[in-house]
């Protein structure tokens, strides 16, 4: 099974995660199949980063996102617009609206 989850790099006491697609039997911080995103939680507030074309075509073809990465799929909405991508609207729409969301988020950050 494949599944959508956390990475853990950064030294210690400054943790960054990157986003990855890797098989369940992975260890956490082994091998994996692709970078989708990142996230880096020692900002306020978290940076969030997602490739949403990728993200929404291994979710397609039956990758279960971990329950961390599911909380930041909803922090960022992504959970709902690939709800719309499988009833049928159009990526590059849903692509551009997670552009201006990623960019807003981006204003408001402060690093620690």
Do not use: C
């Amino acid at each position: 099974m494949v599944r959508i989850r956390l990475r853990r790099v950064g030294s210690t006491h400054q943790p960054h995660y990157r986003v990855v697609v890797a098989d369940k039997e992975s260890p956490r911080d082994g091998r994996f199949i692709e970078n989708v995103g990142f996230y880096n939680p020692r900002t306020e507030p978290g940076t969030i980063e997602f490739n949403e074309e990728r993200v929404y075509h291994w979710l397609s073809v039956g990758a279960q996102p971990s329950d961390s990465v599911q909380k930041l799929f909803k922090v960022v909405k992504l959970d709902e617009r690939f709800a719309r991508f499988k009833a049928g609207e159009d990526q590059d729409v849903l692509i551009e609206e997670a552009g201006k969301i990623y960019k807003s988020r981006a204003e408001k950050i402060n690093a620690k």
